[in-house]
Structures are given as C-alpha cells and as structure tokens.
C-alpha cells in the first residue's frame, strides 16, 4: 500500500518487505527501480510537474528522512520508521551476497566506488561485485556496455538527485539489471569519505541536527521540513 504526501507516493514496505519484493523482481527478470523520498524532494516536486512524475513513476518510493514518518503519523498513515537509501542499499548488498546476485556500483567522483566496492567485499564476504564505473564518464554507449557486459543484477546509481532518477527512467531498459536504485552520497559513505551522523542521533531522529551542526550552509534546505509539514496538515482534507 502506498502513502501521498502532496501528490508524491510512498511505499509503507519495511526493509525485510522490501527485500523479499526485490528478490522476486530479481528472479523473475522483473525490473524495479528504487527511490528514497525526503520533504526536500516532495517539495520540489510541487514546483516541479516532471519531477513529481518521475519520483512516482518508480516501483518502490522508499521513506528516507524523518519529516516523511512525521507526515505519515499526522495524516493517520502507517509509516513509523524510515526506510534510508544507505540502509537499503546495505540490505540489497546482504540479499545479493546470500543469493548470489551480482551487484554494479555506477557514479561518485573518480576512484569512490572502487574504494566502496572494498569496503563492501570487507563487509559482505563472498559478495559479487560485477564492476564499478565513475559518474563522469560522458558517453553513454560505453557506460551501457561496461554495465551489460558484467551483467548485473542489481545497479546502484549515485549520480546525485534528480540526476540519477532521470537516468536510471532513461536508460534501465536498454540495461540488464532487474533492481535499480538512486543512492545519492552513498557510495561517498561507504568509502569513508563522509562520515554519518552517530547511531544515537539516527536512533532518535536528529540526523539532520547533527548535520546541520557538521554542515550549517545546509540550514536553507533544512527549512524545508517545516514548510512541508504545514503543507501537508493543510492538505490533510484533499491529499
Ligand atoms: N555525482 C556524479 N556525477 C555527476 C554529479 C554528481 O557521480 O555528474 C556524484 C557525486 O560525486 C556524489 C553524488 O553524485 O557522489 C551526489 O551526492 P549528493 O549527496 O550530492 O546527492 P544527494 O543524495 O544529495 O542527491
């Protein structure tokens, strides 16, 4: 069953849902794509007609960021607990590694997801890492091809948002992956790179305290989770 919160789909799945939905996408050659929905995102896609069809015309809009819960409780829906993009991809990870899918990691700067690919082989013995390619590489024919030839069944793009929910709609046909999802930062993560906010402030949900501690030019886009709860309490009646 899925939620709306101003016009945007969400799934109410848990991560162990979700995986057994993915693993079915999976073996029945079905494809899927992930995308992790935030209050920046719903509200952008207020502005924004082709975002909003976009965030909705994925398989599976997971509730990343707390505000989404928030929404969810105000508006008698099921949601209590965030479904995070890094999370899910660690899930995905896990699920590939006891089922013998082979995963791809696509995007980040030059050297990040080879980097991530070792962190993840540590964390994940026995893991199928078919292959990994920077998110800058311009042509796109070589981008397939290195993608088809390792033959993948799960493709992780961090490209950034919207950037990589646009690609993934245009290209995840001409792919062999069944299961796609858009990770953002992820792989800048997993490397080592960037840091997460302490499991205590996660637990609580005050990763976004922390951040905007450790990152204040961020305060602007954190002013948006306001802005999207009063949307949603006044929409409560139409939505
Ligand atoms: N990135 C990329 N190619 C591009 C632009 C960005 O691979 O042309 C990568 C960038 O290196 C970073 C990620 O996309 O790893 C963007 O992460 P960010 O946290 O900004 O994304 P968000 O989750 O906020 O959308």
Not at 146 to 170: C, H, K, M, T
Not at 229 to 238: G, I, Q
């Amino acid at each position: 069953m899925k939620e709306h919160f101003l016009g945007v789909d969400v799934c109410g799945d848990s991560y162990e849902q979700l995986s057994a939905k993915l693993l079915e996408d999976i073996n029945e050659d079905r494809k899927s794509f992930i995308v992790a929905i935030n209050p920046e995102k719903v509200i952008k896609a207020q502005e924004e007609p082709s975002l909003k069809e976009l965030l909705n015309k994925a398989t599976y809009q997971i509730p990343d960021g707390i505000g989404i819960v928030i929404a969810s409780k105000i508006k008698g829906g099921k949601i209590r607990e965030r479904v995070t993009g890094i999370d899910m991809m660690l899930k995905l990870c896990q699920l590939a590694k006891e089922n013998d899918k082979r995963i791809f990691l696509y995007g980040a700067k030059p050297g990040i997801a080879e980097e991530a690919k070792n962190k993840l082989m540590e964390m994940f013995p026995g893991i199928q890492i078919a292959g990994v390619m920077d998110g800058y590489e311009k042509d796109q024919t070589k981008i397939a091809e290195r993608i088809n030839q390792a033959n993948p069944d799960i493709l992780f793009v961090a490209l950034g948002s919207p950037r990589q929910e646009n690609w993934i709609i245009e290209h995840m046909n001409e792919l062999a992956p069944s299961v796609y999802q858009g990770v953002g930062g992820s792989f800048d993560v997993i490397s080592g790179r960037i840091k997460r906010a302490p499991e205590m402030f996660q637990k609580m949900g005050l990763e976004w305290f922390y951040r905007l501690v450790k990152e204040p030019w961020r305060w602007k886009r954190q002013l948006l989770l306001p802005k999207f709860l009063f949307s949603v309490l006044t929409s409560k009646s139409r939505e």
